[in-house]
């Protein structure tokens, strides 16, 4: 069988050019389906990224915020004990001034509160210390006058004296 040149000659280049084009479409239309997924593939990472770094920075605040918490209540405990020391510390001064309202409290211990103060005095100083004329003979008027010439040597004998009754400052 030979061909016969009878039969009209097909014509396929409109075939294959919508072919072609078929074929051209169908890989645009893969390679942006691949864009696209890569885009959203990207974008979910982009997301999971940071949702994790999202949830770090919580934990690591969620620590910090712990730590100043603790940090806090150490700090209330710390002045929940100063309280209770100042509050010793008061009862103590209150003691202390009570026991200085019992020693003053009659004349009769005036007088004793006076004699002890000057046996004190006598004790600290000699008799070249200008003090020494008004304590030497016991005299408690003359003592009172010297006393605004020579107050430290007062106070450390009313000191010595206070510390003798058991208070202490």
Not at 72 to 83: A, C, G, P, R, S
Not at 154 to 167: E, H, M, R, T, V
Request: charge should be negative.
């Amino acid at each position: 069988m030979a061909f016969d040149d009878s039969f009209p000659k097909l014509d396929l280049s409109y075939t294959m050019n919508m072919a072609s084009g078929v074929q051209r479409q169908i890989e645009e239309s893969n390679r942006r389906s691949r864009e696209i997924s890569n885009e959203a593939y990207e974008t979910r990472q982009r997301m999971q990224n940071a949702l994790e770094q999202t949830a770090s920075n919580t934990a690591e605040t969620n620590l910090q915020l712990q730590k100043v918490v603790e940090n806090q209540n150490d700090y209330i405990e710390l002045l929940k004990e100063q309280l209770l020391v100042q509050k010793q510390q008061l009862e103590f001064d209150e003691q202390q001034l009570a026991v200085l309202k019992n020693i003053f409290s009659s004349d009769e211990d005036n007088v004793l509160v006076e004699k002890e103060i000057m046996r004190l005095i006598q004790e600290q100083i000699d008799s070249q210390h200008p003090l020494w004329d008004y304590v030497k003979d016991k005299g408690g008027d003359l003592a009172v006058t010297g006393i605004t010439a020579c107050a430290p040597v007062f106070y450390g004998a009313f000191k010595a004296f206070l510390a003798s009754k058991g208070i202490v400052f």
